[in-house]
């Protein structure tokens, strides 16, 4: 036993396979192991996973459906070194802390990750025509695959336009049409409608002294919401009643609330925003003005909390999460050559407590 020891000491044990046997790695499922458990060409999988409008429905299930069995992940480094695309999309914001642009970057962003796209999001403000260039051409520099500009306000929509880039370019502004240039083009909710169907809610009540409290028109979503409440007046034969444009803030309606005191209460008011409506109401309510026994009021976005205002807000909802998602698609079939519908996502109305029946005296 002694001799067994002093020949084993100081020597590396050799008996048996297990000292050198490597264990067996499992290779990591590719591209081409989903194309041919799907029965499709790579290039079918790639615009899967990618999100591109080129797949049918069936095969785009039965494609995801193998991924998930083989447990695929992709190497988006490696897809830009065989297909010479980023995989990335570039946004370009306002540095607005409004909830419109901040809920629009936030519903886009989760759509190009959906998609399987990163982002790489630059703010912008004043002065744009400075600001956006140098945030479009450090984009394009980083070799994004397109961009999309939330565009809020007109001066910097204006920037926009004169920016030419080597990849498509989309901006989201309200109402504005898609510009000649074949690199850019235009995508937004339908806001106008919004707020047509706002202000048409209002008259359905009986009310005719309807005024609109609206938001800035450098925005164009304050003109855009301005222009539906003035069609459903002029489509129903009703005068324009008052209108005051403003800065979007709770505070600036508060104060305004305050002068309708002094001056006069109209039967109704569509409001531009929530928060507009929610400064609006404070003033009425602290003045003994009862909303919606003495005048009905509709916002406009249904943010978080309008259902346990006091009263619980009339308002309409933007479908920000379908917006970005159909924001993505457009600039997907841009980038692939295909023409997507961009019909402008539709909003909803949803009635709550602020409105009511206008009773007639």
């Known amino acids: 036993m002694a001799k067994a020891a002093a020949e084993g000491a100081g020597s590396e044990p050799v008996s048996g396979d297990q000292s050198t046997r490597t264990p067996a790695v499992r290779r990591k499922p590719s591209i081409n192991d989903v194309a041919r458990g799907a029965g499709v060409s790579y290039q079918t999988v790639s615009r899967v996973i990618t999100g ?3 797949v049918s429905a069936t095969t785009r299930a039965r494609v995801l459906e193998v991924i998930a069995e083989v447990g695929y992940r992709r190497n988006k480094a490696a897809t830009a070194l065989v297909t010479n695309r980023s995989t990335t999309i570039g946004i370009v914001t306002d540095d607005s802390p409004r909830y419109g642009p901040v809920a629009t970057l936030l519903a886009v962003e989760s759509a190009a990750r959906a998609a399987g796209y990163g982002s790489a999001v630059v703010g912008v403000k004043e002065p744009y025509d400075q600001s956006v260039p140098e945030a479009m051409g450090s984009l394009g520099d980083a070799g994004v695959d397109g961009i999309i500009v939330i565009a809020p306000l007109r001066t910097m929509a204006a920037a926009v336009r004169q920016v030419h880039t080597d990849v498509p370019v989309e901006m989201i502004a309200a109402g504005v049409s898609s510009s000649a240039h074949e690199q850019l083009f235009t995508f937004s909710e339908n806001q106008e409608l919004g707020a047509r169907m706002a202000t048409q809610h209002l008259i359905d009540l009986g009310h005719r002294d309807i005024a609109h409290v ?4 450098a925005w164009f979503d304050g003109r855009v919401r301005k222009q539906g409440w003035e069609s459903a007046l002029r489509e129903a034969g009703l005068p324009q009643g008052f209108y005051a444009e403003g800065d979007w803030s709770p505070l600036w309606a508060y104060h305004l609330g305050l002068r309708l005191v002094r001056e006069g209460v109209p039967e109704a008011i569509f409001a531009a925003s929530d928060h507009t409506a929610l400064g609006l109401i404070r003033a009425f309510v602290e003045n003994g003005i009862r909303v919606p026994e003495d ?3 509709v916002g406009f976005d249904d943010i978080e909390g309008c259902d346990v205002f006091l009263p619980p807000l009339t308002t309409v ?16 079939g841009s980038i692939e050559g295909v023409e997507v519908d961009r019909t402008p996502i539709p909003p909803t109305l949803v009635v709550r407590s602020s409105t009511t029946r206008h009773r007639r005296s």
């Open 214 to 217: 609206g938001g800035s028109m």
């Open 295 to 297: 005048v009905s009021v």
């Open 317 to 332: 909802r933007q479908d920000f999460p379908a917006l970005g998602q159909a924001s993505i698609a457009v600039l997907l």
């Open 52 to 54: 591109s409008p080129l």
